[in-house]
């Protein structure tokens, strides 16, 4: 082996060293000795020793080097006549390439073996081809992303902004990376959060609707109307028809917290192409904030035969409702009929007999919902219901039916909780709230810090009245925030006549 070795390292040497030579004897015009022939024989093909490969452990070997070495009945002889040795570049080259090749592979499969041990998702090809390395930084990122998720998902933030931080430094344009970063800073720097969110924005389109749904949510969750209502008029006028209900809602919304009907004028007057339904909903609306409510009563209470979305009835019966027309907007509901998912008719319906004080219509649609074993979002619609219209004998009711059935400790049962979490809370039920509470530090919704908060805002414990200073820290479904904001706004929202 250490012959084999030591032969080797001779190789490399003497493609170099013998060719060289040789090419100035070829240069010289062969006058001279050759310089790899032996001085004292012949100098005739097949009688000359070869000097070249005495100190070699086996000679033969210089054969690579040099194919004018053969070997014959007298042992190893020279194949050429004096006059007629000469270099084999295209050998050495050819033995060049290789052993370059060679170790290119080796050090390449050493470092996608390093990576991958250390847990960096890299494919090979990615190191073994040049102009794939730009991934290298990509793959590093993604390590350093997952690293983060994993921090966060024990609770440990500030290793989390450590590798999510390096990992946005190693991969600027990734997606998934930058989205998780704004994500986190939105409850400690929600100016930060807000500049990643509109990043994304603009480099990631293909993904616009997940990002603004995000960013809406953070923002929301914070009250910051104003950006809201820039936010919702924007992905309103771009968005699909799908989704045109969700940023109508948002849009609505945050006009009415801030009593400014500046955007509701300006997207009246703005898209030429804007569908007749949203137009006439734009106009019910103005009427009720400029303070015709008979007028804007009368145009809501019929059936708008342009009404193609689902949310156009939704808003109808939810305004009269708000305008203490309940009895109306049960007669439109009716009318509607089927254009209203389930859910939603059951949520408007115990929003109208909650508002007319019908308690056993009331007590009917809850037990009509509580017949089968209830799942996570039949408690989802009664908590967020109870938490808007808060009824201690329906809460109970409620309570003790998910005992009887109780739902699994999963995250799908998070936003069930969460609203029993906050009706337990308005209605005064503190022993149900810490229940609740219980519930979702078990299922790792929540931290007991942050229930604690919000525990002492509802029993009248803490000093900060705004309900957008705890929202940031339990994300909870959009409905109960509404509900949540609305209920604790400083001001009463702009609708209430």
């Given amino acids: ?78 194949s050429a006549d004096a006059a007629d040795v000469r270099p084999f570049w295209g050998r050495a080259l050819r033995y060049l390439g290789l052993g370059l090749l060679s170790a290119y592979l080796a050090a390449t499969v050493a470092t996608f073996t390093a990576f991958r041990v250390i847990g960096y998702p890299v494919s090979y090809l990615a190191v073994a081809w040049p102009p794939a390395w730009s991934r290298l930084d990509e793959a590093r990122g993604r390590y350093f992303l997952q690293k983060g998720r994993s921090a966060l998902g024990t609770g440990n933030v500030k290793a989390a902004v450590f590798s999510l931080s390096l990992a946005h430094d190693l991969a600027p344009h990734d997606y998934d990376i930058a989205f998780t970063l704004a994500s986190l800073w939105q409850f400690t720097q929600p100016g930060l959060s807000d500049q990643f969110y509109a990043q994304l924005l603009r480099e990631h389109p293909g993904r616009r609707d997940q990002t603004a749904d995000a960013w809406h949510r953070a923002l929301l969750a914070r009250a910051d109307y104003r950006v809201i209502k820039l936010l919702a008029a924007e992905q309103f006028t771009h968005t699909d028809a799908g989704h045109a209900g969700y940023w109508m809602q948002s849009l609505l919304f945050a006009s009415r917290q801030t009593h400014d009907v500046s955007p509701l004028r300006a997207l009246l007057a703005g898209p030429p192409m804007l569908e007749a339904q949203w137009r006439r909903l734009l106009s019910a609306e103005l009427l009720i904030r400029t303070g015709k409510v008979d007028a804007a009563a009368a145009e809501l209470r019929r059936v708008w035969p342009e009404a193609t979305h689902p949310f156009i009835p939704y808003y109808q019966i939810s305004s009269l409702i708000e305008l203490g027309e309940a009895r109306a907007a049960l007669e439109l509901l009716d009318n509607y009929g089927t254009r209203l998912r389930d859910d939603e008719r059951f949520r408007l319906r115990l929003r109208a007999f909650a508002v007319l004080g019908w308690p056993s219509l009331l007590a009917g649609d809850v037990e009509l919902l509580l017949t089968a074993p209830p ?123």
């Fill in 1 to 78: 082996m250490s012959g084999w070795l030591a032969d080797s390292f001779r190789l490399v040497w003497a493609l170099f060293y013998w060719n060289g030579r040789k090419s100035l004897f070829r240069w010289h015009g062969g006058r001279s000795a050759p310089p790899c022939q032996s001085a004292s024989d012949s100098g005739r093909a097949l009688e000359t020793h070869c000097d070249a490969c005495l100190l070699w452990d086996q000679p033969a070997r210089f054969q690579r080097v040099c194919p004018l070495l053969v070997a014959t009945p007298a042992g190893l002889r020279c």
């Fill in 375 to 497: 799942t996570a979002p039949v408690i989802e619609l009664l908590g967020t219901h109870l938490a808007a219209h808060p009824d201690p004998l329906l809460l109970r009711r409620v309570v003790a039916r998910l005992r009887e059935a109780p739902l699994p400790l999963a995250p799908e049962s998070v936003p069930a909780f969460d609203a029993l979490f906050c009706a337990a809370g308005v209605a005064g039920d503190f022993v149900l709230m810490r229940e609740m509470g219980t519930a979702l530090t078990k299922i790792n919704a929540a931290t007991q810090r942050t229930l604690s908060a919000f525990e002492e805002f509802f029993e009248g414990r803490s000093s900060q009245r705004r309900i957008e200073a705890f929202l940031p820290s339990l994300p909870l479904p959009l409905e109960l925030t509404y509900v949540m904001l609305q209920r604790y706004s400083v001001a009463p929202p702009a609708s209430k006549p």
